[in-house]
């Protein structure tokens, strides 16, 4: 059984040799008049070479010239070919009917998604507004995260910078509480670790516990807490399942984690994202200074003041705190008053909160040798001993004398023996005072990077020419170090490489291993701007634009003064289905057709493209104003003959033939016209039945009865008239019937 395109394609008369063929009248078996247009029709479209025969799928034969095609073939081809056509008109009705349908129920599909969502938030957050008395202002930032995580595409993992969907395994930073895929993480992690430990050498690699940071806050991870399992938020189920009735990610239980700043209670609400809610529980408490009665508040809000007089001694010891009641410790004291300073010379007037001060002046005491005088600066205290009391040393240190203090120590005259700068000689002078010289024997010195040598004076750092070409850390650029000793400095250059959000340029040091994801957000508006989603820079070009509630606010372009009203959106505006209202012009009738300002039409003789590198220029479809369709008011119409009168569109309204016979009655008045309906002139004073110069004229003899006794026809035509006596002669005999007379026939 071969398709039904392919059996279309038969019966199309392929001859076996060519030949002329004379115009003969053509029956079709089966088919009315209809059928043999069409078989006469599809034979002159094969060309004038045409010669019936036999061919594949149908049977023609040849009989007396005429030409009998078989029904077998022909009428089942014609068929199939309606029914598949039939058959795709209805898909595209239905596709497009289900099109408009959607267009017209996706606010009410958008109010069932949000009644379900608001569901699943009510029944997340009941334990903590049972707590609240139905009060949820707290929870605005936890609602937002449980939003975003319903909302598709509005959480996006910053390292692979795609959307993050409800059954992928994910992990949720504790620090910023920003979601990542768990495969993305695990690679981030193993990145960061192996950069930090890539400096150190080969003994200790491996032994520190290197930390990784999350890529949005850099809330630093040990290398242990690297995730390996996906759990739900609250971390108490291991892969959780998938159900339409929670959170995506949330296992449905008790959160049941401690608050930050940790208060002794527990988090109420369910499994969620993001930050837990302020402590909702009610506690009695006192205020700052402990001065008030003890009031029930809540636990997140438990510290208060009571706007009291602090009244607690300042570290000054001389006043009291005079602010009102405050939490932690008090401020120092505001107030001025003199004080001395540590040497008791001078009194200044200072804060109170700084009552320790020094003055400028040398404290000039004579120490206990008498010989000598304090050289400190205002100091608090004894002076202490001469500090050139006691056994004292040459400059050189090799000998020890014990001389007044009034005395200076004398050089030794033994050679200095120290070391010098550049740690491999010594000082050859006799001891002498002050730092020793410059080392200037000649050595045989390596350059840093130790491929050249040179004989010159010690203290002068050898630096050759030679540029190092090994790679920096970045592994990217040349370190072009003149002389390097092999440890090359970090790369100072900027990276410089493009982000995965292809909009900006890493900033950081030059690097190894993959950039930082871009710290940028993108606001995502729709396109009247009132609803916007916050997406990571780079997602804006795939992230679908928010649904918008308002009302578009395009201006009309047909003719109508006022849109019908539908919902923001991007692009035209869908077409005008209100009803048209023009006044034809030829009629002065309304335009009941829909609007038809813009009506989509598609351009005809466009050029081919020459291959899909080409882009077309011109769009394949182009808004035009179509002009008002033929107005179908229906209007009652006599026809020529007003035999009948019929509703007909006003754009074909005339007189028209009812394809009756005429039926006026002759000027004969025996008989009626039977011509096709026509019109006929009307003549002033003559009835509406009687026929006009349209008409045929009565071509018929005279049939009116003959007198009794005549035989004979009336000679003349049609007439109203009695006839004339009949002229005709006739022969008679008399009653011996001997003598035969000719008379008229009367």
Request: glycine share 8%.
């Amino acid at each position: 059984m071969e398709p039904a395109w392919r059996q279309t394609g038969k019966g199309r008369g392929r001859g076996r040799s060519g030949g002329g063929i004379s115009e003969a009248p053509t029956l079709v078996s089966g088919l009315g008049a209809t059928g043999a247009s069409r078989a006469s029709a599809s034979a002159g479209s094969r060309g004038g070479n045409y010669k019936p025969g036999r061919s594949r799928g149908s049977s023609f034969l040849s009989v007396n010239n005429t030409t009998v095609v078989e029904s077998k073939v022909a009428i089942p081809n014609e068929l199939l070919s309606q029914k598949k056509f039939e058959e795709i008109k209805k898909a595209n009705q239905a596709a497009a009917q289900k099109l408009v349908e959607e267009y017209n129920t996706s606010s009410s599909e958008d109010e069932d998604v949000d009644g379900k969502q608001g569901e699943i938030l009510t029944s997340t957050f009941t334990t903590y507004t049972d707590q609240t008395g139905g009060d949820a202002r707290e929870l605005e930032r936890t609602r937002q995260y449980v939003n975003e995580a319903f909302q598709a595409g509005a959480i996006t993992c910053l390292i692979c910078i795609a959307s993050v969907k409800r059954n992928q395994a994910i992990w949720s930073c504790s620090g910023c509480f920003c979601i990542f895929h768990i495969p993305c993480i695990q690679k981030w992690a193993k990145d960061s670790i192996f950069l930090m430990s890539s400096p150190l050498t080969d003994d200790d690699f491996g032994k520190k516990d290197h930390s990784w940071p999350c890529p949005k806050c850099r809330y630093e991870y040990k290398q242990s807490e690297t995730p390996t399992r996906y759990y739900c938020y609250c971390g108490k189920v291991e892969d959780p399942p998938l159900d339409p009735w929670l959170v995506p990610h949330s296992c449905g239980q008790v959160c049941d984690k401690e608050f930050k700043p940790p208060c002794g209670h527990r988090c109420l609400l369910l499994c969620h994202p993001g930050p837990c809610p302020p402590c909702p529980k009610m506690i009695t408490v006192t205020c700052y200074c402990r001065k008030a009665r003890p009031v029930p508040r809540r636990c997140s809000a438990k510290e208060w003041s009571c706007q009291q007089k602090c009244g607690r001694m300042l570290p000054c010891g001389q006043h009291k705190c005079e602010n009102p009641c405050h939490a932690g410790n008090c401020l120092p004291c505001p107030r001025v008053s003199k004080q001395r300073c540590l040497c008791g010379r001078k009194m200044a007037e200072r804060l109170c909160a700084s009552p320790v001060w020094q003055c400028e002046q040398v404290c000039g005491k004579t120490l206990p040798c008498g010989n000598h005088t304090c050289e400190q600066v205002c100091h608090s205290g004894p002076c202490g001993d001469c500090p050139r009391s006691g056994s004292r040393v040459c400059p050189c240190g090799k000998s020890k004398y014990s001389l007044p203090c009034t005395e200076d120590v004398p050089t030794c005259g033994d050679t200095c023996d120290k070391v010098l700068e550049c740690g491999l000689h010594r000082c050859t002078q006799r001891c002498h005072r002050g730092p020793c010289e410059t080392c200037r024997q000649e050595v045989e010195k390596h350059c840093r990077c130790g491929k050249h040598t040179k004989r010159m004076p010690c203290h002068k750092e050898y630096l050759c020419e030679s540029k190092c070409a090994k790679l920096r850390d970045c592994q990217r650029h040349q370190c072009k170090r003149k002389c390097c000793s092999g440890t090359c400095p970090p790369c100072d250059q900027s990276c410089g490489r493009t982000l995965g959000c292809r909009n900006h340029k890493c900033p950081s040091v030059c690097h190894r291993g993959n950039c930082y994801p871009c710290p940028e957000t993108v606001e995502v508006k729709c396109n009247c701007g009132h609803s916007s989603l916050t997406v990571p820079c780079g997602r804006e070009r795939t992230t679908k634009p928010p649904r918008c509630k308002e009302l578009c606010s395009k201006l009309t372009t047909c003719h109508h003064p006022s849109r019908e009203k539908h919902r923001c959106h991007f692009g035209h505006c869908p077409p005008c289905r209100q009803p048209c209202q023009r006044v034809i012009e030829k009629c002065g009738h309304f335009c009941p057709a829909p609007c038809h300002d813009e009506a989509l039409v598609k351009q005809a003789n466009l050029p081919h493209p020459a291959g899909p590198w080409e882009q077309p220029s011109e769009p394949e479809f182009i808004r035009v104003a179509l002009p008002c369709p033929p107005c179908q008011v229906p209007i009652p119409t006599e026809c020529f003959g007003k035999h009948e009168v019929t509703a007909l569109p006003c754009h074909a309204a005339g007189q028209y033939s009812c394809k009756r016979p005429c039926g006026r009655l002759l000027s004969c008045g025996n008989h009626t016209c039977m011509r096709e309906c026509h019109s006929v002139s009307s003549v002033d004073g003559v009835h509406n039945k009687q026929a006009g110069k349209e008409c045929f004229q009565c071509e018929e003899g005279c049939v009116k009865p003959r007198p009794s006794g005549c035989t004979h026809l009336c000679m003349l035509p049609c007439h109203l008239r009695d006839c004339p006596p009949c002229p005709q002669m006739i022969r008679i005999k008399c009653h011996c019937k001997i003598t035969t007379l000719y008379i008229e026939c009367k």
